[in-house]
């Protein structure tokens, strides 16, 4: 039985680019032959987005041998059933799939130019070639929510740029320098949100990818400040300092930076954190223990801690829905490390969601979720390893209370 791959989708442009394969049918045989199946899977998954795979739907030797009408034949049925493959079991959409086809011109000399012998020509039948493209832009599921997780707040009715302020979460504490910002303004408020916790993460919509590559995350947070009401931006050559209380395997985390696009944040990499000595903490106003690590940002928005992780991308898989909704988040929360990756929705419907690039045998969960009124959520929940399964329906959804939501999602990390 064929192992269906599960490919993605877009809905959107894409670029000019292709390559060509020919694949390994059996001479004069209308019959697809498996390692056919499974060689169109290997040149679709190894093109980028944007490209397009041309597939000869003839070998050489009935290139060489047949007659003009069994060559048109067997190219067009074989492009027939791989089409129907694609579009069925592994679920590509119908516009990334398309014939083109070599006309088969006459063995006298071509046709001269005339309006009549051109569209002789052209009407022709030819030898068929199967087309399979993939879009260059993808959406995720779901959207950022920053108000599922309560600020840790500083406000001041007077702000005084003569003097720093300190806020201090569960996880890191943030150092507001004297002068950050350009002017005093009454009713100042400073926020930070913290998320550390895997239910923090995933009811927030935060993921962990950077250009496409996953990230494990020691943690991020996020940070605001307005004055009466209104955003402010820190002072030109002003930095909030970060001290991180405790970090697992701290030397190989970096910092990273983002901000909300697409419905999701796509991180860039800022640079290293670094050991802090609690003896040199006095003069920054932080209270802090040993093992302490502190990174820096001039800029106030998302702030991640992550790693690279570099498990090779060889895999794919595809969430059906028992319906569509454009408020369901659709998550792959790796067991054995902090990874959260978005899911994108690749049908015209909804009803299904890909998660194109994955490092296969990774323990995981796949979470379907939506927050209702009165502070209910409903959701499902399904384990697997990568790579062991490319294709699955979640349709068991259960509603629970958002404590009892978190207290379930607890137990994925």
Sequence with gaps: MRTPLVLLLGLFTYSIGYTQTKLPFTFKSGAIPEEVYAELLTAYQTIEPGQEVVFDMLIAKE???????????????????????????LHIHPLLIQYQFKPTAPKSAAPAMSNKAYRSFTNRNGIYQLVLRRFDR?????????????????????????YSNTLYGSFVAVQIPEGAFDCPCQNTRVELREFFDVQDILASGLTTTSNGTLLETGGMIHLAAFCKGQPMELAKGKEVKILIYSLDEASSFQQF????????????????????????????????????WIMSSTQLDFINIDRFDKSELDTRLMVKLEKSDPKLLVRLVFKEQ?????????????????????????????????????DKVAWAVEDLVTGQTTGLTLTSVKVTTKKEFDEQMKSLW
């Design 63 to 89: 290139e060489k041998k047949l007659e003009n009408k069994d060559k048109i034949g067997f190219s067009r049925s074989r492009c027939e059933k791989l089409a129907k493959y694609c579009k069925e079991e």
């Design 257 to 292: 930076s983002g901000s909300p696009s697409h419905h999701m944040i796509n991180w860039e990499e800022e640079g290293p954190i670094e050991p802090v000595d609690i003896r040199d903490l006095g003069e920054g106003g932080f209270e802090a223990e040993e093992d302490s």
């Design 338 to 374: 902090k990874t959260v990756l978005p899911g994108y929705a690749v049908s015209q419907k909804g009803d299904k969601v890909e998660f194109p690039q994955l490092p296969s045998n990774k323990p995981a969960s796949i979470l379907v979720y939506k927050k209702m009124a009165d």
């Design 138 to 162: 993808f959406e995720s599921t779901g959207e950022i929510d920053l108000d599922a997780v309560k600020p840790i707040t500083l406000d001041m009715t007077q702000y005084d740029c003569d």
